[in-house]
């Protein structure tokens, strides 16, 4: 597997978190989505990086600048035929260390409540994130869980 800053001009990878979207608004209410689009993406402080095998997309992640010392990582997804495969683990390892090499102190995140997301949050606890209060611009939700950790460590 290959992680590579992405332009996001692809077509795959346009397809690929079109079908993020979708599947953000099925588990989760309008209001309670937050998975950013193409365009939210491309955003200055924003990184985006994807996965590939063989030249095939796998996953994608982002990380968000908040400001000098903190992060929010983004748009994480792995292909539904690789889920539970390592992609995920292997592009969080990766977007950690960017995150601390770049000077962040503090890495954040936004997922759901939900059942479907258990996977996601048991990832995310194996990686050191513990939950957390609402950070940045986001309020309390019951269909949201916060979580963060330092990047140190």
Same mark, same amino acid.
Do not use: N, W
């Given at each position: 597997m290959r992680i590579a800053v992405d332009d996001l001009t692809g077509d795959d990878i346009a397809e690929f978190l079109a079908e993020h979207?979708?599947? =953000? !608004?099925? $588990?989760? &209410? &309008?209001?309670?989505? *937050?998975? !950013?689009?193409l365009d939210g993406l491309r955003r200055p402080e924003i990184t985006f990086w994807s996965v590939r095998d063989d030249g095939a997309l796998v996953g994608c992640g982002a990380?968000? #600048? !908040?400001?000098? #010392? *903190? +992060?929010? !990582?983004?748009? =994480? #997804? $792995? @292909? %539904? +035929? %690789?889920r539970r495969g390592g992609v995920a683990s292997f592009l969080l390892r990766h977007i950690?260390?960017? @995150? #601390? %090499?770049?000077?962040? +102190?503090?890495l954040s995140l936004e997922t759901g409540s939900a059942p479907f997301y258990l996977p996601a949050r048991r990832l995310y606890e194996k990686f050191g994130f513990a939950?957390?209060?609402?950070?940045?611009?986001?309020? &309390?939700? &019951? *269909?949201s869980v916060f979580m963060t950790r330092l990047t140190a460590g």
């Open positions: 979207v979708r599947e =953000m !608004l099925a $588990t989760s &209410p &309008p209001e309670s989505k *937050h998975a !950013l689009d990380l968000k #600048r !908040l400001d000098a #010392r *903190h +992060a929010e !990582l983004k748009s =994480m #997804r $792995t @292909a %539904r +035929a %690789r950690i260390a960017e @995150a #601390r %090499r770049t000077g962040f +102190a503090r939950y957390c209060e609402p950070f940045a611009d986001y309020r &309390p939700d &019951p *269909h």
